[in-house]
């Protein structure tokens, strides 16, 4: 384990036990929040009867659509807009403030265009998701080193066999960086749809948990959330790392 991550751990770990302090000496009040030892004693209470499970299997599967869907349209249009210096003169900087428009303004137009099924929600999160891919896709694929270019020049290869086997496999940490952001964004927008109208999700659970003071409902789902995000953050982080140093050695 590296420097940083003893770091990290030992921040968040402290973190927990100053919270876990908090609660238990009543600085925060338990209507309030629940100390961290029983939201983990009550996520596994909660897992263990499976009252969540198709809430849990709904969300996961949208976010995993949304932010395939994401990767796949972004690597995409990255890829299509690299070296069209003109086309992203002017995209650029609609890029740069996309996130300043309010995604979730578009949700009753969504509702009305696709019914009150898991779609609006998925769309919410793909649009979320998808700048920051093509962002990090054309960041990466600037950043390929030009020998590598010539390299598939030497070999005559076409355009689809460079990109394939020369350009994205060289921008590729930088591509898995995109993967991360994308994946938190579709969670928060999934999740935050389904808070704002859906009859079923894990988002819909915990704004029903909230509205009824549920405690032992609301902080564990929240605290499941963040153990998938922060390993699958954690899975991807190591990947990251792996192919940046194999990049380097190239």
Not at 19 to 29: H, Q, S
Not at 211 to 217: E, G, Q, R, V, Y
Request: aromatic share 10%.
């Amino acid at each position: 384990m590296s420097r940083a991550a003893r770091y990290r751990l030992a921040f968040v770990v402290g973190a927990i036990v100053l919270v876990e302090l908090l609660c238990r000496i009543g600085v925060i009040d338990r209507l309030t929040m629940q100390p961290p030892s029983a939201m983990a004693r009550d996520l596994f209470v909660l897992l263990a009867s499976g009252t969540m499970n198709h809430a849990m299997l709904k969300t996961f599967a949208n976010v995993a659509i949304a932010c395939a869907a994401a990767v796949i349209a972004g690597v995409m249009l990255g890829v299509a807009l690299h070296g069209r210096h003109a086309i992203r003169q002017v995209l650029e900087p609609l890029f740069a403030t996309y996130y300043a428009i309010p995604i979730y303004a578009f949700y009753p137009l969504l509702i009305v265009l696709f019914g009150l099924g898991d779609m609006p929600q998925v769309l919410i999160g793909f649009m979320l998701a998808v700048v920051v891919v093509i962002v990090n896709t054309l960041n990466g694929l600037d950043r390929v080193a030009r020998v590598h270019r010539k390299t598939a020049q030497v070999y005559r290869l076409g355009p689809a066999a460079t990109t394939f086997k020369i350009t994205l496999p060289s921008a590729a940490p930088y591509l898995l960086t995109g993967v991360k952001l994308a994946l938190a964004y579709a969670f928060i927008g999934v999740i935050g749809a389904e808070f704002i109208m859906s009859r079923t999700g894990i988002g819909y659970e915990i704004s029903f948990a909230y509205n009824n003071f549920d405690n032992k409902i609301m902080y564990p789902l929240i605290l499941l959330i963040l153990i998938v995000s922060i390993l699958l953050n954690a899975i991807l982080s190591h990947w990251e790392q792996i192919l940046m140093r194999r990049r380097n050695r190239l």
